[in-house]
């Protein structure tokens, strides 16, 4: 069983860069979700979209935008890299609003922005 | 807003138990979660717990839930050092919209000799 697959696993930009860190989940999941994880911060919410075709905005959307391509694909895309975006991303997903709401995570991205 | 709180660092040493304490604010929390997060990886649903229930027992750990202090906290027993990790507090609330859980900054379980 694949769960939540997100790639790169690593990636190194220079300021200004962009790029699109893809996640897709085989589980049938309405709900999909990106965090970014920093030292002493825990886990923050960037963007979540509820269902195939809506996203909304989570706790530090900034600098961010995202795609539900259809109910397995949930990208993250970052126009303009800043070293503020350096960070380890982790893409979920869950089926909301079932009997027993349980949150599945990928392995990460680890993102450096120079 | 949602609040979970967790302290940064548990030290213990090994074949002891563990107790790690998580507080949250939201009084409609309907499920209550441990997830684990070892080096370099994502995280892990360890256990839950509903709102309803005051305890869940699953092998080596023990979920314990008091709602009227919104206290939630994991016992590992007989830790090892295979439990070195970073453990998560989280919940999940009925009153909001789709936004996933609410986690707390996570405790580092570290294991002493």
């Known amino acids: 069983n694949a769960g939540v697959t997100q790639t790169p696993k690593f990636q190194v930009l220079k300021t200004g860069q962009s790029m699109t860190l893809q996640c897709a989940q085989d589980?049938?999941?309405?709900?999909m979700y990106w965090y970014r994880q920093d030292p002493g911060m825990g886990l923050r919410l960037i963007y979540y979209s509820a269902s195939e075709g809506t996203t909304d905005k989570g706790e530090v959307p900034n600098g961010y935008n995202v795609s539900r391509l259809n109910k397995r694909e949930f990208s993250l895309r970052l126009e303009s890299a800043a070293p503020s975006q350096t960070s380890v991303y982790f893409c979920?997903?869950?089926?909301?609003?079932?009997?027993?709401?349980?949150?599945?995570f990928g392995s990460g991205t680890q993102l450096s922005v120079l | 807003g949602e609040d979970v709180e967790q302290s940064l660092f548990l030290s213990v040493r090994e074949g002891d138990s563990s107790v790690i304490n998580c507080t949250y604010t939201d009084s409609s929390s309907t499920y209550l979660y441990w997830y684990k997060q070892e080096p370099g990886a994502g995280l892990q649903l360890l256990t839950y717990i509903f709102s309803n229930m005051d305890m869940k027992q699953d092998q080596r750990l023990t979920v314990l839930l008091n709602k009227k202090d919104k206290h939630l906290s994991l016992r590992i027993a007989d830790t090892q050092t295979g439990d070195s990790a970073i453990y998560f507090c989280a919940e999940s609330y009925s009153g909001g919209g789709a936004d996933g859980l609410t986690f707390g900054k996570g405790t580092h379980l570290i294991i002493q000799p």
């Open positions: 589980m049938n999941h309405n709900s």
């Open positions: 979920a997903s869950m089926n909301r609003r079932a009997f027993n709401e349980k949150l599945f």
